[in-house]
């Protein structure tokens, strides 16, 4: 690959990345955030972290039979129950990633 | 002198107790099994690619946002159109302009460099572990510090990742499924900011409509969902506004 084509690429992109990341923060000092905006921006992670989840899980193509294949959704709504339970980060990522591992390689065959 | 003998124990007390940048290296380490399969991915990529270590890395550091690079990777091994690569590249990466708005109120009052670190180090999960944590950091200088914590973790995991799939080809053992760690640890994260029914509505919304807009061409159902569910969201607050 050419590599004048290549830097090209990665710098238009690492300033545009950049310009996108910094918008509001660069202007943060200047302007004056109302409470009505800071209330929508407390709905960011309702808004956006749901749209990296739920295709995420429901378009995996599993492989356990028992489950059609849709043992991530499975465990996903375990984890979901175990999160609210304990209220730990640690624990649902550790207990999602076990709970999937022990579904697939213990239970595959069921 | 004598005012450092004077200061120092006291910025040691301080520090110890409140060393929320600690605190944000530390929370962030589990959320980083998500991505290690992602950097081994695209570090295996770069070297299917023959990008040179310097690009890979170069790469890696300066645009610094894992599902832009997949997708830059893949267009370039392709001889894609410049325009078209780069172009792909920022539809996807708009989602930060949602993070750098909620940062923002943070900031305000930071200099110029931290500003600047700040922003090139936001990522999904730096900015999610942030917003599940903001009823702990009871001053803005305490959220700054608590975010490039975790923003320091997450630059390292990641760039450590990239750098041994670029080494040693993917690593990761798929039969783990850490990939999983992504989603699962976007539940974790997203749980403690779903603060009445609104927010569970919006939540639920932008579930939904993801599911529905999947297939839209360049990655825009994300960003096509995360605009539609803040509509919701202002149709929702001002509703409910006395």
């Known amino acids: ?110 | 002198m004598l005012a450092f003998y004077g200061i120092s124990p006291k910025i040691k007390f301080n520090m110890k107790k409140n060393n929320f940048f600690g605190m944000g290296f530390g929370l962030m380490i589990p959320v980083t099994t998500g991505i290690i399969p992602f950097g081994a991915v695209v570090g295996t990529l770069c070297s299917e690619a023959k990008f040179s270590f310097t690009q890979t890395m170069g790469m890696n550091f300066f645009v610094y946002a894992g599902a832009a690079q997949l997708a830059a990777i893949d267009l370039m091994t392709k001889n894609a159109i410049v325009w078209v690569v780069i172009a792909t590249g920022l539809v996807i990466n708009l989602r930060f302009l949602l993070y750098s708005a909620a940062m923002a109120p943070y900031l305000k009052n930071s200099g110029f460099l931290v500003k600047f670190i700040s922003a090139h180090l936001l990522t999904d999960q730096s900015y999610a572990i942030m917003s599940a944590n903001q009823d702990k950091l009871p001053t803005n200088k305490d959220a700054v510090q608590f975010n490039i914590g975790a923003a320091a973790c997450m630059i390292l995991v990641w760039q450590l990742s990239v750098l041994a799939g670029y080494t040693f080809g993917n690593f990761a053992p798929p039969s783990w499924s850490l990939d999983f760690g992504v989603p699962i640890s976007f539940v974790a994260l997203v749980l403690p900011t779903l603060k009445n029914k609104s927010y569970i509505v919006v939540a639920v919304f932008s579930a939904i409509i993801s599911i529905l807009l999947y297939s839209v061409p360049m990655r825009l159902g994300l960003i096509l969902t995360a605009g539609l569910s803040i509509l919701l969201a202002i149709y929702l607050t001002r509703k409910t506004a006395p």
Do not use: C
């Not at chain 1, 739920?54 to 489950?67: E, R, T």
């Not at chain 1, 999160?83 to 550790?94: E, G, M, Q």
């Open chain 1, 1 to 110: 690959m050419d590599a004048s084509y290549f830097w090209t690429i990665i710098i238009f992109l690492a300033l545009g990345t950049f310009s996108i990341r910094i918008s509001v923060i660069a202007i943060s000092g200047r302007i004056q955030i109302s409470d009505r905006a800071k209330e929508l921006f407390s709905y960011i992670p309702a808004a956006i972290l749901p749209a990296f989840i739920a295709p995420a899980v429901f378009f995996h193509q599993g492989q356990v039979n028992w489950l059609q294949g849709k043992e991530r959704l499975f465990v996903l709504i375990l984890t979901v129950l175990v999160s609210l339970k304990t209220r730990s980060t640690v624990v649902t990522i550790i207990f999602g990633l076990v709970a999937l591992y022990a579904i697939v390689h213990l239970g595959g065959g069921l």
